[in-house]
């Protein structure tokens, strides 16, 4: 299949819709199905609505669309806000209890919204009037008569207690649409008995509610009008969002230590760690990290500092605002040369900004955070399975170059879940600090040695023989307090020249992505969770006979400006794609290399791109009608 099937899940937050699209996506791995969602939902937790995308085929799908082939409503809220964004030839699932509701009753549809439906919707107000336009739409209409069927199930078990039963809403709605595509029901009915196995007593009040939901799909006949093919069993699969891929790849190195302290999105993340536990290993042993939660950000940077001194592989997670916090300490971490890991999630800002949306506005704060100048390097993942291998690398980063590294990745990427091919584990060989050795003398160790690359042999806090100073003072080789003015040269040139050690060291591939094409027409330049809208426009361009090349950068700092340089073909337009409102991309070439993109792509509404509205402002930079600065907007949802 060329493309992907695309469902979306809505209904308001806290009714379920999460879990029961998880459910729906792991059958559709489990089927033999290639997965990604998107999960978009409101600040405030609880009522408001919100959506989950899913999309569904026999690749692996790189973005999900603004529009869906299969809209799943739970609720009225969710018909009015996308009913408009089904495709042709698209089926919606309801409830047609919802009929008679009005849109001017719903208090949550905004003022724009509801001018924008009353347009589209000129004979009334009312679920029957939107619908009643199907057909010239050409969308199909599963009606699914959930509170009939719902006192079906109560009235077959009168032991059942109500709630239970109303419970099961949800499960009825993605039931009917995996019956729709043709998922087998064995498959939704393990993955049930999977989700419930900590109340089996429920089990089979969910059996039945599938069973009446097929059936009902299948009298009504539009049961099984998609079909996945066949994947070999033993091509196994994984579903993870970009939050699972962080915590394992961190478990995969051998995490000590995680300190945070909950902010969005970045929470997730040690939230899984927690709920992992005790790990074990290959060799037969367990261990179990420390993972805690500390009384502010400040306390989480300067805790996870400490014990990355004593040798603990050690790391930290935040968001923009606690990030923020963390700026002083980061600075004290660069001059001691703690070899600390800081996982930051970006989201929409300033200040609380979009907590629950995604945006990249944070690259140059990363970059250039703290006052004064200090090594550091900053690292984005674009997907789910670079996520696991980067946080796995970005540890021995810190140990090798003795300095703390900064892994950039956002919310559409944490909140996001892709199928992916089991983990290798030994990709990433594990690897250390070089020590100070004092088997053999009896002189105190200076922890900051002067030597050819800039990294100093690393003391360990409590290693027998070595001199403790720590100070964020400047100081001298053996860690005292000094402001002689050659030795500030020297160790501000000690530290500095890692930048040159970093980027000789470092191989081609852990620096950028380049995917080059032939007779292309131009270049795009991206990072971080852009790699999948680049690479799906990328694939629809070439459709249309437009070739393009990809350049995407995986270290940002140091900025890998001979290898960006060579790859920024002078005769090809640029264009650099970004969630932010600058383009702080552009920002970074103009200051490195002296050269701007030819074209800025941004998009700041708070929402990722997608291949098909990117793809489409690309055909009009081939055609030579692109601006120098384009805004792809999203419409209100």
Known sequence: ???????????????????????????????????????????????????????????????????????????????????????????????????????????????????????????????????????????????????????RLAEEDPGIARRDVKRVTALLAMAAASAHIGLPVRALSAAIDSALAKHRQLLPLNHRAIEMAYQHVQKLGMANSWHLPARDAADARLLLNGTDAVALGKLTAGLDVQTYYPISPATDESKRLESIGMVNLQNGTRYQPRIVQMEDEIASITAAAGAAMTGARASTSTSGPGFSLMSEALGWTGMTEVPLVISHYMRGGPSTGLPTRTEQGDLLFVIHAGHGEFPRMVIAS???????????????????????????????????????????????????SKLVDNSES?????????????????????????????????????????????????????????????????????KLLYLPADN?????????????????????????????????????WPFPAVEVQHFLQPDLPGVAVENSYS???????????????????????????????????????????????????????
């Open 520 to 556: 292309a027409v131009m270049t795009l330049l991206g990072w971080g969770s852009v790699k999948g809208a680049l690479i799906d426009a990328r694939q629809r361009l070439a459709e249309q006979g437009i070739f393009v090349d990809i350049l995407l950068l995986r270290l940002l």
């Open 1 to 151: 299949m060329d493309r992907a099937f695309n469902m979306r899940i809505g209904g308001p937050q806290g009714s379920g819709i999460d879990r029961v699209a998880s459910l729906l996506a792991r059958t559709c791995v489990s089927a033999g199905g290639e997965v990604l969602t998107r999960r978009e939902y409101h600040s405030n937790i609880i009522g408001r609505h919100s959506y989950v995308d899913i999309a569904l085929s026999s690749e692996i799908p790189q973005s999900v669309q603004a529009s869906c082939d299969l809209l799943i409503s739970y609720d009225a809220e969710t018909l009015f806000r996308h009913f408009y964004r089904v495709n042709t030839g698209g089926l919606v699932i309801y409830d047609p209890a919802l009929d008679s509701v009005s849109r001017d009753k719903l208090a949550f549809l905004d003022a724009p919204l509801l001018r924008q439906l009353e347009q589209e919707q000129a004979t009334g107000s009312q679920i029957a009037d939107l619908l009643a336009s199907a057909d010239t739409r050409r969308i199909k209409l599963l009606a699914l008569p959930c509170t009939e069927m719902l006192n």
């Open 583 to 637: 383009g702080q991309v552009d920002a970074l070439m103009r200051q490195m290399l002296g050269r701007a993109a030819d074209h800025i792509l941004v998009k700041y509404s708070g929402r990722p791109f997608t291949g098909e509205a990117l793809a489409a402002e690309l055909v009009q930079i081939a055609a030579g009608r692109g601006q120098p600065r384009m805004i792809l907007r999203d419409a209100y949802e």
């Open 442 to 510: 009896t002189d105190r160790a200076a922890p900051f040695k002067l030597n050819k690359d800039g990294v100093s042999p690393r003391p360990l806090l409590g290693q027998t023989g070595n001199r403790h100073w720590l100070t964020a003072v400047e100081h001298s080789p053996d860690g005292m307090v000094c402001e002689d003015p050659q030795n500030r040269e020297a160790m501000m040139e000690h530290r500095m020249q890692k930048f040159t050690l970093i980027l000789d060291d470092l191989p081609m591939d852990e």
């Open 382 to 432: 674009g997907d789910v399975e670079d996520a696991f291998y980067d946080s796995m690398q970005v540890f021995n980063y810190a140990e090798r170059y003795r300095l703390p590294v900064i892994h950039l990745l956002d919310k559409h990427l944490t909140s996001s879940s892709q199928s992916v091919k089991p983990f290798d584990s030994e990709r990433i060989a594990i690897e250390h």
